[in-house]
């Protein structure tokens, strides 16, 4: 079987300048992950990324008023597949909180919030982008995280195979784990396990991580299409097959096939 060559580091974190001293994100896994977890492709591969890594995981999903409940719903199912089906994790995934934004979605329409057609607007952006949206999702996993005692905050962010989404940028999330810790005086980490990866590599990580297993659940249950489509099971998973974000997973999933399903260790 074929191997596969990670676009960058894929462990990257970057460090955190606290009291003159620079600490290693990875150095107190005592202190447990807090995923950003939507129920998709990436948050699910970082989810699993997070239970091979900490010791103690707890995920958070935000209604912020999408269009379509399915994603939130998905999320319970993925949850629900992993425990089960993954005991080597199952003493790992603690609780799952689900916090309420709905007032952000209004005043940060888009076309996941409104019934708004799916195109480029003025700016060069897809109509689908929140703005603002990653980062206030930050600063409500870090005030959990704070209250939970759990230092890693994890998110799915990419911006090698991405829609263009400024939020999606390294450089942006630096800027925002900085500023949470000098705000809230903490030495939070964000990491982005996927931030260098190409669609094709998560699902060779996805692989590495938790063999077809994992790559069956997240073809069934995951969720990624805007249009909140499930009927249709594909090779890659359920949706409309046509949106951006689908456009997205199914290059990416052609991709890995192609190169005969490799597998990306982590």
């Known amino acids: 079987m074929g191997g596969v060559t990670p676009s960058a580091d894929l462990s990257y974190r970057a460090p955190i300048t606290h009291m003159g001293a620079m600490i290693d994100p990875i150095a107190e896994q005592g202190a447990g992950a807090l995923v950003l977890f939507s129920g998709g492709q990436d948050s699910t591969v970082c989810l ?3 239970l091979e890594r900490y010791a103690r995981v707890e995920t958070v999903g935000f209604d912020y008023g999408q269009r379509h409940a399915v994603e939130l719903e998905a999320r319970a199912a993925v949850r629900a597949r992993i425990a089960a089906e993954f005991p080597q994790w199952a003493p790992r995934l603690g609780e799952d909180h689900v916090l309420e934004m709905r007032g952000f979605g209004e005043v940060a329409q888009s076309a996941l919030t ?8 003025a700016k060069g952006l897809p109509s689908t982008f929140v703005p603002g949206r990653n980062l206030v ?7 959990l995280a704070d209250r939970r005692g759990l230092r890693s905050l994890v998110g799915g962010m990419c911006e090698t195979d991405f829609s263009g989404y400024p939020d999606c940028r390294r450089e942006t999330l630096d800027a925002m784990q900085a500023a949470l810790n000098l705000g809230m005086a903490q030495d939070f980490a964000i990491e982005t396990p996927l931030m260098w990866l190409t669609k094709a590599e998560t699902w060779s990580l996805a692989k590495g991580l938790g063999g077809e297993e994992l790559v069956r659940l997240i073809v069934e249950d995951s969720h990624t299409c805007y249009l909140g489509e499930r009927d249709v099971l594909h090779p890659w998973g359920r949706g409309c097959g046509s949106c951006p974000a689908c456009e997205l997973r199914i290059r990416g999933w052609d ?4 190169q005969d399903r490799p597998v990306l260790r982590p």
């Open 48 to 50: 699993a990324w997070a």
């Open 137 to 143: 999702f930050f600063v409500y996993a870090a005030a």
């Open 114 to 121: 409104a019934d708004r057609a799916i195109e480029m607007t």
């Open 255 to 258: 991709g890995w096939v192609a």
